[in-house]
């Protein structure tokens, strides 16, 4: 029996956090309703609101008319026919020709797509063609930070577990046996690697949605970021994940938990509140995808937007990997400082000085 | 042999220990006695590494405890603690690991511990679903699973049921038959007493007395006698050089006062027939509540 090195004991930590997660309904139950909800997102609109409204046209220049909308176009004999289909809801309206132009019969509402398509559209010219409309711009936008945002509160979990070892004092045996950083860094690779495994499934997952829902042209979009969006979200996850950890260690009960993880909180939910509000903003976005706590959202956002090079990208990478090296270690001396403390909660002054 | 070398601790302007020194002997059962507060505890967690001294050291074999050592004490702290929501076999074999077992190891000594502890049919149960007895024994096989070096142990037998008490006394003195020193904190002197080798009684954070056992009861052990003749033991009273402190019929109790002991009973002899002569050892309550 030669002991166990600090990297197996770290590695028995990690194992044991994950085996107890993998083992929680609640686990599997979110994570399979985050594919089923990215799978409905990227399928549903295309079975269901995707179908061209129908219209029944009464003579040649109504025929004329239509000849190039997107729309189902059936021939009536007369205004009667037409009208008869419209009450029937066999069309959505019915263009009628009358005198040198046509008329639009509808039964309760003016058919808007009817007549967008009757109308004549002066000639546009772009100079600066935009590749992606506004819309799923927005969506794209809204789906990095969703799930950056998910995940980071996912390290609460490291918090909750800290703070289980502290309610029933395993912590007592824990600490006798192997050191504290073990424990530490053993926690936020276990949650890690929890995150990579979904990460890397919703990665997979993503493509083949949005094929399945025909968005081919999106996906050769959004492929890029979702590449970069992997480091990004696990280095953002390990630099939350460390302060999760001292969140937790910072009280001695469940109940108390609410009180110190005000800090961290903000700082999840801070760069999805920020990004969403400031993405039409490109210097401001140009700050936040170097500020580590909102590069994981930003930075694949410009980079989708085709606002930012990949060398941003490597650059941001870098500030976050060396924040996340600092954080790490700030974070293991308020561990170990406030991990042995029973009672109240322990300030961060506090747990630092007694942090070695 | 585990070694407790002058150890001092204050909590704030409080000083908890005072210079304890004691020494915990290979394949001897050390009962470590005191009241509440008296720093028990406190000495246990610096001895696992859990807790600073602020003066002193702990040592094993002479040399001060490193962390590859300290992870082979086997430790059962004052507060219990174990992961309510995994199930006991898999957690004690997890435990195992962690001290520095393998796997396979870890596998079998749980199984073999769990079976001594009478505790393998609830091995796949979680903790949570365990009597509190029950969960006691698996604090038990926490602390044992990895064949420590050493036994440090908080108030083991506090919350067993007399039974229970057993079966752990039994997994424990066999531990200590293979040569391992085990330190027990306890406050149930009757416990201590039928228990443990040695003792080491700590009072105000200072150690009141320590030793083995049969030479602490000798130390303290007035020179006291019970006296059983036939017929009435009274005429003790009038004689001179002796104490008595109690006679109840043929029954008397006496301490020696310049008489020896064999002129005492000479002189009872001389008077009529001795059923009983023998010294009254004190027990571990009269040393304690003389030394504290």
Redesign the interface.
């Known amino acids: 029996?030669?002991?166990?090195s600090f990297a197996s004991?770290t590695r028995?930590?990690a194992e044991?956090e994950i085996g107890?997660f993998v083992r929680m309904k609640g686990f599997w139950v979110g994570f399979g309703l985050l594919l089923v909800g990215l799978f409905a997102l990227a399928v549903l609109p295309t079975v269901f609101g995707g179908g061209r409204s129908a219209v029944a046209a009464v003579g040649q220049e109504a025929l004329a008319a239509l000849r190039d909308a997107d729309l189902e176009v059936r021939e009536a004999a007369d205004r009667a026919e037409a009208e008869r289909l419209v009450r029937s809801e066999e069309v959505d309206a019915a263009v009628v020709a009358e005198g040198s132009g046509v008329r639009v019969v509808a039964l309760s509402d003016p058919p808007v797509e009817v007549v967008a398509a009757l109308r004549t559209a002066p000639p546009v010219d772009l100079l600066d063609p935009s590749e992606v409309g506004q819309g799923v711009r927005q969506l794209v936008i809204m789906a990095f930070a969703m799930v950056f945002m998910m995940f980071g509160m996912g390290g609460s979990a490291i918090a909750q577990s800290t703070v289980?070892?502290k309610?029933?004092?395993?912590?007592?045996?824990?600490?006798?046996?192997?050191?504290i950083r073990a424990l530490l860094a053993g926690k936020i690779v276990g949650h890690a690697l929890l995150t990579i495994g979904q990460v890397v499934v919703l990665a997979v997952a993503a493509p083949i949605a949005l094929r399945l829902g025909g968005h081919e042209e999106l996906l050769a979009l959004v492929a890029p970021a979702i590449g970069w969006f992997v480091p990004f979200l696990v280095f953002g996850f390990v630099l939350l994940a460390a302060m999760w950890a001292v969140a937790g260690a910072a009280v001695s009960r469940q109940e108390d938990l609410g009180s110190s993880m005000g800090l961290v909180l903000l700082l999840t939910i801070g760069p999805y509140v920020a990004v969403m509000a400031l993405s039409d903003n490109a210097t401001a976005m140009a700050v936040l995808s170097y500020v580590p706590f909102s590069a994981a959202i930003a930075m694949p956002v410009r980079l989708f937007a085709q606002e930012a090079q990949a060398w941003e990208a490597v650059l941001s990478l870098g500030v976050l990997a060396g924040a996340v090296v600092l954080v790490v270690m700030l974070a293991a001396r308020l561990y170990a400082g406030s991990l042995?403390h029973t009672g109240g909660k322990v300030g961060l002054a506090k747990a630092w000085n007694r942090g070695e | 042999m585990l070694k407790v070398s002058s150890i001092s601790r204050s909590f704030g302007a409080h000083r908890v220990l005072d210079g304890v020194s004691f020494e915990v002997r290979p394949g001897r059962m050390t009962g470590f006695l005191g009241a509440n507060g008296s720093g028990k505890t406190t000495t246990m967690?610096i001895v696992?590494?859990?807790?600073a001294a602020h003066g002193g050291e702990v040592t094993w074999d002479g040399a001060p405890i490193t962390?590859?050592v300290?992870?082979?004490?086997g430790?059962m702290?004052e507060?219990?603690?174990?992961?309510?929501?995994?199930k006991v076999g898999e957690q004690i074999a997890?435990?195992g690991?962690?001290?520095?077992?393998d796997r396979a190891t870890a596998r079998r000594n749980t199984d073999r511990l769990l079976a001594d502890l009478e505790l393998s049919q609830r091995a796949g149960d979680r903790l949570e679903e365990l009597s509190l007895g029950n969960q006691q024994r698996a604090q038990v096989a926490?602390a044992l699973v990895?064949d420590p070096l050493a036994l440090i142990l908080d108030e083991p037998f506090s919350g067993l049921d007399p039974i229970a008490v057993e079966t752990v006394l039994g997994v424990l003195r066999e531990r200590a038959a293979n040569g391992v020193p085990v330190l027990f904190s306890s406050h149930q002197l009757s416990v201590v007493e039928q228990l443990c080798d040695d003792l080491v009684i700590i009072s105000g954070g200072r150690i009141a007395a320590s030793g083995e056992r049969e030479r602490l009861r000798a130390e303290h052990a007035a020179p006291r006698f019970q006296l059983v003749v036939d017929g009435d033991a009274g005429w003790l009273r009038d004689l001179a050089g002796v104490r008595v402190l109690d006679v109840d019929g043929p029954r008397a109790v006496f301490d020696l006062d310049g008489r020896t002991d064999q002129e005492v009973l000479r002189t009872a002899l001389d008077r009529g027939a001795v059923r009983s002569f023998t010294p009254v050892v004190p027990s571990l309550d009269e040393i304690f509540k003389e030394v504290i």
């Open positions: 029996m030669d002991g166990t004991a028995l930590v044991r107890s289980t070892e309610q029933t004092r395993i912590v007592e045996i824990l600490v006798a046996t192997v050191p042995m | 967690r696992l590494g859990v807790l962390g590859a300290r992870q082979r004490f430790y702290p507060e219990r603690g174990l992961y309510p929501k995994m997890w435990l690991q962690l001290h520095g077992l926490a990895h």
